[in-house]
């Protein structure tokens, strides 16, 4: 299949070649020359986006975030006013749900499907192929995207109709900021009470405190290797990206009144260690607000 | 053995049940004499405190707070005035732990070794003997008492020296507390913004967001069969328990001066909770302060 | 002076009368017709948006929110595309300041000054001609501005550069709003631990504790004569208003990144009292979210 | 008058001072000699507390917390076993009310008067005689020491029945707390946001967001001089203080089941302060927390 993709960062670039790598034809665009040069070098084509959607049998965007994808699909040159009759879209940017489904309408009236399909399981993930697909759209639309987006990844999970994928990530992610900053006050208490965290973990692990970021992504030095927190907080997922995301969150709350008391301390305290310079280290390192410095 | 059992309410009545089938010996204390008589017609013989705890060869407490546990032990006709020579107590008592280091130490200098043992579980773990013990003391304390608690519960951790069968217990409930609200955040929000509780919740459950609150006692309805959520919130663990327990979780890190951000939030939302009459509810319907009502 | 006059709300209605009243001629336009009418009969002429800004001396606009400004001022048949040369805008909408300074920037590129000036004073400021206007926008328009205003307000504050009548604006009504609910975690923590209201009020009034919300706005019914504390929460400033600030405050705070802890929860707790049905109410009403129900 | 006074730390010492000028005879002790001795040599006679209690005609204590009251007044060689019939005790420590009501009530049952009467105003208050003094008692009690308390203070205000000084303490401060982080939040923001920090505050002051922290106390540098901002934040009121303040009034919240959302976030972001090192400084540091390092 001749597949457009726009937008070739650090996510872009690594599912770009895993496309490459499976057979399929890429015609590809990035706002930065070089960015382009690394797939072009691999055989994939470049082109502008107007162009690339004419062309596309199927178009991907993995962009920054909102106004960028209103920007390349809504615009005079964009894909939508591009791309061919039945043709789908597919954004795996994470961006706020009413955008997507704003989007995904406009496409949807001239007879273009398009899902929202964001992705967790970070840069490594997109490396690996090993990518979690969060999918909004119509369930057919779904199936026929299925099997491209499983060359990238590996859980690729439909969450309802259009919209519902960006729904999905944000709130797993509001939830997982929170427990986050959950073990991080609940480990740096015990410590703090004489306890041994390697035992602390361990009874958390075992008992209804039991989560992600406790059995798996442990914040506390010492307690798993393999980990941020066993690496000075380098690599995972950074925390200027959790801050990205908790506005993201929290806007999509206020647009429909619900409050999310949690998800907004979350935001304040990852505004605090972004504030304080800590924004390029791994989303766990929070717990430094806990430690004294 | 002859086990003195002192404390007969809905956690230790059931617990010292137990202790009779496995063939202990019990000798009993409540100030409610109806307590006492539930169990003296089961085979146990009452007995005040100081003679209980003269007679008793290990002495078992189950109390309400921390000031019962200071008097029954620290009394002049209490506990540690009238305990024999090398006589263990255990405290299960859920309480603060520099109460707990404070009584353990008065104990030891005596001559009388003694554990904290708060437990996790509810009032069906006590009947049914599945409790778990967090258990906090010398490492031969920990397995000259384990086998009578083995009668009891199912788990039974050591957590390290004195006060940290607390400190565990503690920090669990508070990232419990944190992860449930969590949880009712994310899901009440997913709901707003359309999403399908139930896949949702699938969602969250195999991503970075799992938690017990959520693949275990999801608090919106319909998600799981035989949680509270899924019977109007009866049954569980209690919010005005919760709030007890938070209350001494920020306690505790007032005095090692430790911010508890997220753990202080939870403390005041379960406050909120209990202010508007939904205090006897399983901590789950927490979710309610989401929801219109 | 040829006044023209864009939004005829419950804020701008009484506005636009009052620059009646003080002799300028008016051209008016809002998207109902009801509310031209009423101010055609008294006087004022009516015209569509680009008419209005090519025939007006001086613009002024009253509308809900940043798109509306964006729309009124930008779109094809808008303002900036038809105001004669060297005519000055006024905008009176509470907006991100963001948005103020981008529409302004346009504006002064083609040659028309443009100041932003947001009120406070409400719906009764604004019949009697008491409002405070926060302008920002450079010292000489505001010098030119300034008599067309003082006959609607009395407080007229130049703020600074562009955008800062709308950074004041904002950062008082968090202020405002962390305050009164500050005011009132005081106020009904002090009567449930047994101290007069009103002794209590007359203390922190004359205490470091001092505030407008405790001293001119108590919300503890009884306290004050005159607010909306003594009527059962009506007229005053809406929580859904107090909420739409708080919401347009914590977004200017994403965007430069600063951590606004309280601010936060303040929109929280906002949310929740308009979740619950009471965002009709006077947002001193916030009290009530402290009080069994 | 023969004045019994028990506790002679920063703010007794100069308390003290005042009594002796004012022609009292002093009858003093500390648990630090030195203490002692820097009033023996201003004429001042020392005592045991019991020999104290006995002889003084008034007893007045200012004590570090709960505890401490509740020695030096119930224990065997303490105030109340000591103390002639009728003989009227004041206690000036900021403790909690159910302690002070307490105390109160024992001594109230041998026939003592006591009332409780913690202060604002700091050291500089202390020296200068201008304290001011809340008072919780019985009207009658309340007139009886009134003219004492004159010499240490300017303003004595009586807040109704026993415990009742120490609820309106606690309560402006906790109010004091909240309104000084709203500022400091204000402050920040409106200058991240280019805006004039003295013009800022000149708005705040002559709005609605108008207080104490912010037209007396600012705590932004440069808008105020005499200030602890104006000087590094020394001198003033120190950050653990408050966050003792906190405690207590968190405390006296949790005990009576009122939520207090933004004083239990005031006393987080306190105890973060105090973990970073700054707990010396002046309360109104706090604004550092939102400022980069």
Request: aromatic share 4%; hydrophobic share 45%; proline share 5%.
């Amino acid at each position: 299949m001749k597949i457009g993709f726009i937008g070739l960062g650090n996510m872009g670039n690594p599912m770009a070649r895993n496309l490459l790598k499976a057979g399929h034809q890429l015609l590809v665009y990035d706002v930065i020359p070089a960015a382009v040069e690394k797939l072009t070098t691999l055989g994939a084509a470049s082109a502008p986006i107007g162009q690339l959607a004419g062309e596309a049998d199927l178009v991907l965007t993995m962009l920054p975030s909102s106004p960028q994808v209103r920007e390349v699909y809504l615009s005079a040159g964009g894909v939508l006013a591009n791309i061919r009759p039945g043709i789908m879209a597919v954004d795996s940017s994470t961006i706020d749900p009413h955008t997507a489904r704003e989007v995904a309408a406009v496409a949807a009236k001239q007879g273009n499907p398009m899902v929202d399909a964001p992705v967790s399981g970070g840069t490594g993930g997109a490396e690996a192929g090993t990518l979690t697909f969060m999918v909004g759209g119509r369930a057919e639309d779904f199936e026929r995207v299925k099997p491209t987006l499983a060359v990238m990844g590996k859980n690729i999970v439909h969450c309802g109709p259009s919209g519902n994928g960006q729904v999905a990530k944000l709130c797993n992610n509001m939830l997982l900021a929170i427990s986050m900053i959950g073990v991080a006050e609940a480990m740096t208490l015990g410590a703090a009470l004489n306890m041994d965290p390697k035992t602390l973990a361990g009874i958390l692990n075992t008992s209804s405190g039991r989560c992600w970021s406790s059995d798996t992504y442990n914040p506390y030095p010492g307690v798993l290797e393999n980990v941020p927190a066993a690496r000075g907080y380098t690599g995972g997922f950074g925390a200027e990206l959790m801050l990205k995301d908790l506005g993201l969150v929290t806007e999509a709350a206020k647009r429909v009144k619900q409050p999310v008391m949690m998800g907004s301390l979350a935001q304040q305290l990852y505004q605090q260690m972004c504030l304080h310079g800590e924004g390029q280290k791994d989303f766990s390192a929070i717990i430094r607000l806990y430690q004294q410095r």
